[in-house]
């Protein structure tokens, strides 16, 4: 009968050599990422369903959703704010997740900090294009005639 041992999960001897990844440099940084996470998905609830709520149960439902509605809604800084709010923490939420399974699962070094690279460049673009059309949106453009909400005066 052998009395070969299976090594503790937990001892030098079951770490891959290949794995290895730089030790707690006492940064609270992980902790305020967990934090945010559980702070911004409560938050995003209420943002979701406020927003599903005005656009499928008020007025005519799904059916009055077109250009207009979105005029409507946008034309009121409070709906831009709210839209801005459910932007930025829905994409950084997500970062933050995409991030930690990165972090999880990249063994090695350069794979993650390409992967996190990637992930950051596409969020912050995302972020930014989101907010322009967000705040540039002009629900009367110049020279339209057709299908223009009911504020905007034909010249």
């Known amino acids: 009968m052998s009395t070969n041992a299976i090594a503790s999960p937990r001892s030098d001897s079951a770490q891959s050599p290949k794995y290895t990844r730089s030790k707690s440099s006492g940064s609270s940084f992980e902790m ?6 559980r702070l911004s998905g409560v938050i995003l609830i209420v943002l979701i369903f406020g927003h599903l709520f005005v656009n499928l149960m008020v007025g005519e439902g799904i059916h009055a ?3 207009g509605f979105v005029a409507g809604k946008w ?3 409070f709906w831009q704010v709210w839209d801005l709010a459910m932007l930025w923490l ?3 939420h997500g970062t933050n997740g995409v991030r930690t399974i990165i972090n999880d699962y990249a063994e090695r070094a350069g794979t993650r900090l390409t992967l996190k690279t990637v992930l950051f460049i596409a969020s912050a ?3 930014v294009l989101g907010t322009l059309v967000i705040f540039t949106f ?5 020279g339209a005639v057709i299908d223009l909400p009911s504020f905007c005066t034909v010249p």
Request: proline share 17%; with cysteine; aromatic share 18%.
């Open 138 to 142: 002009d629900p009367c453009p110049p």
């Open 90 to 92: 829905a994409m950084l």
């Open 65 to 67: 959703i077109d250009f």
């Open 75 to 77: 034309a009121d800084p």
């Open 32 to 37: 305020f990422a967990w934090l945010f996470m």
């Open 125 to 127: 673009v995302i972020i």
